[in-house]
């Protein structure tokens, strides 16, 4: 049984204007101590998707349909009671920005024995204990002295390691990390992105990591799900999307990382930019954008097929694919 | 496993670090202030120690002793430093006695007020939505009531229908309540006001996400991010609360003239000050004016300090 099973997951927003869908169809599976990229643009929907596996998506947003199976559980359909054991001890999230998720007027150690209090029965001494080896385990110098400081007296890529510590310390099983380095620089960002995923293999932990950057991905992941417009269009092993891009949005991603671009010459770009969730387009939700699109893009969904390795939603693709098994 | 380190910073080493002190080190007039209200407040907690004269025994008091000038005065007794007022009480003692007795009616008032107004305020603005509606609509029925009339109409009642002599034992339980009960909205609009800013951090989201409880993360992780407007509304809430009492009581509705606070006293002054006796009314006022101008320019210090990004015009 995978850890984590997604199925026809479709989430809603009730507006006044009316009800709109962030995510439609989406499903996916994780096993235990993989590691998923879920990439996109701003507005995909990839922080919804990562809401609503733990069932936490602010009003007016809803789960409208489909189901999130934890360890065969559907979590999309549990009490907030019974779904608060779940959050942060066995499920943990993981955020942006650093500055923000922790709470400026507790002490480091105050959040950490709060949180692990909330899920245990222990001592407060007990809880220290926890925390400072769980400090040690994301390489805080003088993981003592952080425990008594407050989230202000420390640097950025210090709290983003003291919110990966906080992430660790109930032992979960699944980390879910909404951009966890986004608001790093790029040095910090490397060292952070080491961490996560050295602790990861040492204690089994899925971690699905939800980013905009490919790179990222590329070096961490071993799956991806490209999501556009609410849907997957692409999802396979992370080495295959990376190296062989099927789906043109996914390409022109890939093709608009700054390393892409030729000496001289100006930064590759998707021309356009993403249709909001209420006036998409018919069909395929990218075809205004994309550079190869066929009269039935613009007439019916492409639906997720199995092309090569990945599943890709595109007709361009199964038109090829079909091409292909006829020349045979 | 490791061993516990046991290297805490002090309070104290933190405090003196702090932003706090520093401007506070820097503010002549808020230390001013905070002097007067610090011996203001220590003269009334040690009131029967200080005071010559217990001016709730009538044992003490001669009405031949009425309305003695201060002492500088020509006419005045050198045992009675401020003169007496018109039952022969000495006016220095009575007035520690009715510091006393306004601070506590304004302490208790506003601790009424905050543990009201911080439960409805936090409510309202973390659960929203009808919870909201509902909690600021009665807030907003409670204002357009002035606070002095409905403290008016519900001593006078009161009063009526329970007899002067119950009213005069339960007559600072009473200013207590309707003070505390009449001003609670100030409180719960603000703190609403502030929460409704927190709540879209992300440390909150942080904090449901760790699987926390909706009452731990409004008084454990909310209400600790609003309070320095609640320090702040404090300080003036506080000096509100003792103009109440004492407009109350100089219409007769506060507290007795056996145990006059400060507006009682006024009042009571304010009879004889045209035959001459000024001081019964003019020296107790002069304590009020003080006391209040004081505990109002420690809250707007304390406001500049906590908002060090306000404007100052």
């Known amino acids: 049984m995978p850890l984590l099973e997604v199925n026809n997951l479709e989430v809603c927003f009730g507006l006044r204007q009316g009800s709109v869908t962030a995510l439609r169809d989406i ?9 998923l990229g879920i990439v996109g643009e701003s507005g995909a929907g990839k922080s919804v998707l990562g809401f609503s596996i733990i069932n936490l998506i602010s009003r007016p947003g809803f789960i409208n349909k489909g189901e999130v199976l934890f360890e065969g559980k559907n ?22 920005d650093p500055m923000m998720t922790l709470n400026p007027v507790l002490t480091i150690g105050d959040q950490m024995v709060e949180c692990l209090r909330a899920h245990r029965k222990i001592s407060k001494q007990d809880a220290r204990v926890i925390s400072l080896q769980k400090l040690k385990q994301v390489y805080i110098p003088s993981p003592d002295t952080r425990l008594d400081q407050y989230p202000h007296e420390l640097s950025g890529g210090m709290r983003q390691r003291i919110v990966i510590a906080i992430g660790l310390l ?40 939800i980013t905009h950057d490919l790179g990222v991905v590329s070096e961490v992941t071993q799956r991806t799900i490209v999501m556009y417009a609410g849907r997957v269009i692409e999802e396979g092993p992370t080495k295959e999307i990376i190296n062989d891009a099927q789906h043109p949005y996914t390409q022109g991603l890939i093709n608009a990382l700054p390393q892409m ?38 007439e019916a969904i492409p639906a997720l097929t199995k092309s090569g390795g990945c599943n890709v939603a595109c007709h361009l693709v199964t038109e090829q694919n079909n091409l292909s098994e006829v020349n045979e | 496993m490791d061993a516990l380190p046991q290297i805490k910073p002090s309070m104290m080493a933190r405090f ?39 001016p709730y025994d009538s044992a003490q008091i001669d009405i031949m002793n009425s309305e003695l000038p201060p002492s500088w005065e020509a006419e005045g007794d050198a045992q009675f430093w401020l003169g007496t007022d018109a039952q022969g009480r000495d006016l220095w003692s009575t007035i520690l006695y009715g510091t006393r007795v306004s601070l506590t009616i304004g302490i208790c008032a506003v601790m009424l007020q905050a543990f009201l ?43 009526a229908a329970f007899g002067t002599e119950l009213y005069q034992q339960l007559a600072m339980v009473m200013l207590i309540l309707v003070i505390g009960i009449a001003e609670w909205p100030q409180y719960a609009r603000t703190i609403r ?31 600790p991010n609003t309070l320095s407007p609640i320090l702040v509304i404090s300080t003036v809430q506080i000096a509100n609360a003792i103009i109440a009492e004492a407009s109350l009581s100089f219409l007769g509705l506060g ?19 045209f035959s001459g006796a000024w001081w019964i009314t003019v020296i107790p006022g002069l304590v009020l004016v003080a006391l209040v101008l004081v505990m109002n320019l420690l809250g707007d210090w304390l406001r500049d300090v906590l908002n060090p990004k306000l404007y100052k015009g």
């Not at chain 2, 506070?24 to 003269?43: E, M, P, T, W, Y």
Request: charged residues 20%; glycine residues 6%; aromatic residues 8%.
């Open chain 1, 27 to 35: 499903s996916f599976q994780l096993e235990r101590g993989e590691r």
């Open chain 1, 75 to 96: 979590l999309a359909a549990l009490k907030n009671k019974e779904m608060r054991t779940i959050r942060g001890n066995r499920i943990a999230m993981i955020f942006q």
């Open chain 1, 170 to 209: 109930l032992d979960p099983d699944l980390i879910i990390a909404d951009e966890p380095t986004t608001a790093l620089d790029v040095t910090i960002q490397a060292e952070i992105m080491e961490l996560m995923v050295e602790l990861c293999e040492r204690n089994n932990v899925a971690l699905i990591l």
């Open chain 1, 261 to 298: 671009a030729l000496p001289g010459q100006r930064l590759n770009q998707i021309r356009g930019t993403m249709p909001g969730l209420n006036d998409l387009p018919s069909g395929c939700a990218f075809s205004p954008r994309c550079d190869y699109v066929l009269p039935a893009c613009h």
């Open chain 2, 16 to 54: 003196k670090d702090s932003h706090f002190w520093h401007s506070f080190k820097r503010d002549r007039v808020a230390q001013f202030c905070f002097g007067i209200f610090s011996l203001a407040l220590l003269l009334a907690i040690f009131a029967p120690l200080i005071a010559p004269f217990d």
């Open chain 2, 117 to 159: 107004g911080i439960i409805i305020g936090l409510a309202a603005g973390y659960i929203g939505g009808r919870v909201d509606s509902l909690l600021m609509r009665i807030a907003d029925v409670q204002l357009s009531f002035s606070t002095m009339m409905v403290a008016i109409i519900v001593l006078a009642v009161f009063q």
């Open chain 2, 193 to 223: 006001a502030s929460v409704l800013a927190e709540k879209e951090k992300e440390y909150v989201d942080a904090a449901r996400v760790m699987g926390f409880g909706t009452a731990r993360i409004m008084f454990r992780h909310i209400l």
């Open chain 2, 255 to 273: 507290m007795p003239v056996s145990q006059p606070s400060l507006g009682s006293l006024i009042s009571s002054g304010f009879e004889y000050i």
